[in-house]
């Protein structure tokens, strides 16, 4: 085999490679875009692995300058640095796109690269970052930025793990139209066919195992029958294992540093 049969061997694998590639982020890009527009189920934690789906809950808005409870996070947030550009002109161009966060030095401006919705794609934040380094020529000033495709990368592996606790837990009362009261604790509405359900948002709730308790007592003082998704009653024992797998899910959320009803949970599941 010639030098150049063998280049064109290597053109034509790499070319191949490209395309898969290519395909499998378009496929998931439009995969994120149906779950976002038809929403999807929430997840019968006692039937095995979880579903992530939609919020049923509205994301909170974004204000030009960080509040004092909120902080970047670089698995989540695209943080650029830019010294000797004044906070009015960000908080001008920026101000509904990125947390602003100000030193005594530099602002910092950070885009969220995840959500519910999945990484954000790699033309969003070329751009972000295109017109950060723009301002800050204009204004004699310098923008100091990570790595694109390793932000890009380790978003991605965190968004993934992360789906595996994105989950909600639904209770059903039949026999009954009655609301419970409200509750900030979970969610209740009537079922079309008849009946309520109360929801519990996991990663968005805080409290999580006292307002599964209280969610169980909402449920049960409703006087109907209680059953899961698939119409089986839900005795004491289920209701328990429920919130064993509630509970252990609480710990894993902790173990990555996402405390449930945090600030940064209701960004990252937003």
Known sequence: MTDLQLGLLVIGAVAVGAVLFYNR????AVRRGAERAFGSRHADILAGEPERREPTIEPLPRRPVAPADTRADPRIDYVIRLSGVPLAA????FGA????FETQDAVQAALQMVSRRGVIGEAELLEFRSQ???LAASHGGKASAPEMRRALEEASA????????DIQIALHVLGTEELPAASEAFQAVRRPEGGVTLLLDVPR??????????MVRAAQQLGGRLVDDNGNALDARALAAIGAELDATRARLAELGVEPGSPLALRLFS
Do not use: P
């Open 132 to 134: 950060l380094e723009t």
């Open 205 to 214: 709730t805080a409290d999580l195992m006292a307002s599964y308790d209280a």
């Open 90 to 93: 960000l908080e001008q161009r």
């Open 25 to 28: 982020r378009q496929e998931r």
């Open 158 to 165: 965190f968004d993934s793990t992360c789906a595996e606790v």
């Open 97 to 100: 796109k990125a947390m602003l």
